[in-house]
C-alpha cells in the first residue's frame, strides 16, 4: 500500500494506491504554520484502518516538508520519497535549471507520459494554472505559468474597490450584463481561451500537432468544458504520476 501526498498552495490531497489502483482520497487546507498535530490528524482521516508501507510526496511548498516528513516516518517507520529532478523520472527534462522545476510539474508529466504516452501537453489548474509539454521522446520541453482563476478573481478583487469577490460558477454568457457575469466570463471563460489559444501556439511551435492534451486540477473539469479543444480530464493525474515515480526509484 502507497500513500500518495501532492502539497499544493491551497491544498493537500493526499490518496492510498494499491498496486496502482487509488482507492480513496482525502483533501484538506494548506497551513504554512499549523503544527505537525494538524497534518497527522488530517493524514490519519485518509489511513483508517490501513498502514501504508510507503509515502510518495509531491511538494510546492517547501515551509511545511519538514514536518510532513516527520509525520510521515512515524507513519512508516521511514522517510517518505519526496518528488525532484533527481529522482528517475521517465523522463528528459531539458528545464534551464532541472533543479527549480516544480515537484508538480515533474509528477503530472511523468503520470501523463506513462498512462497516455507522449506526446502530451499537461493542463493543471489550481492556484497557478500550468501547461507542460512532452514531445514523443519523452523530453520534458518545459511549458508555462499562469495565475489560476481563483487568483485571478482575488487579485482582481483585491486591485479594484467595486469589484468583488464572486463564486466562480461558469456562465454560457458571452457579453456580461452585470458585474458578476463580466468577471466570470473575464476569468473563467477567458481562462478557456487563453488555454485553447497557448495549446494551439505550442503545437505549432514544436510541431506536434496529435500531442494528447490531459487536464488536471480543482477547476479543470469546468474550465475545459469551455474549451474548444479536446482535452481529457483526468482529476487523478499527480497520483498516477506519484506512483510510476515510486515504481521507478523504490526498486519495487
Known amino acids: 500500500m502507497l500513500l500518495g501526498i501532492d502539497i499544493g498552495n491551497t491544498n493537500v490531497v493526499c490518496a492510498l494506491i494499491d498496486n496502482g489502483t487509488i482507492l480513496r482520497t482525502h483533501r484538506f487546507l494548506t497551513k504554512k504554520n499549523a503544527t505537525s498535530e494538524y497534518y497527522e490528524n488530517s493524514l490519519n482521516k485518509i489511513l483508517a484502518q490501513e498502514q501504508p508501507q510507503s509515502i510518495i510526496i509531491s511538494s ?8 510532513i516528513k516527520n509525520v510521515c516516518t512515524n507513519i512508516t517507520g521511514t522517510p517518505p520519497l519526496f518528488v ?11 528545464y534551464d535549471y532541472p533543479e527549480k522545476l516544480g515537484a508538480d510539474l515533474i509528477t503530472g508529466a ?6 497516455y504516452k507522449a506526446p502530451v501537453i499537461i493542463v493543471d489548474i489550481g492556484t497557478a494554472t500550468t501547461i507542460s509539454v512532452v514531445n514523443e521522446n519523452n523530453d520534458y520541453l518545459g511549458g508555462l505559468i499562469a495565475p489560476g482563476p481563483a ?6 478583487s483585491n486591485a479594484a474597490s467595486l469589484l468583488p469577490e464572486i463564486e ?12 458578476s457575469d463580466c468577471m ?9 481561451a487563453m488555454i485553447d489559444g497557448m495549446i494551439d501556439r505550442i503545437k505549432q511551435a514544436i510541431g506536434i500537432p496529435d500531442a494528447k492534451i490531459i487536464a488536471t486540477g480543482g477547476p479543470a473539469k469546468d474550465i475545459i468544458s469551455m474549451c474548444k ?3 481529457i480530464y483526468d482529476n487523478n493525474l499527480l ?4 506512483y510510476e515515480l515510486y515504481k521507478m526509484n523504490s526498486g519495487n
Open 60 to 67: 510546492v511548498v517547501p515551509e511545511i516538508n519538514e514536518q
Open 84 to 94: 525532484s529532478s533527481r529522482l528517475n523520472t521517465g523522463l528528459h527534462i531539458k
Open 151 to 156: 487568483t485571478s478573481m482575488k487579485a482582481l
Open 168 to 179: 466562480l460558477i461558469p456562465t454560457d454568457k458571452t457579453i456580461g450584463t452585470n458585474t
Open 229 to 231: 479543444t479536446e482535452i
Open 239 to 242: 497520483f498516477y504520476g506519484l
Open 110 to 115: 511523468a503520470g501523463a507520459a506513462a498512462r
Open 184 to 192: 466570470k466570463i473575464g476569468i473563467l471563460t477567458a481562462h478557456a
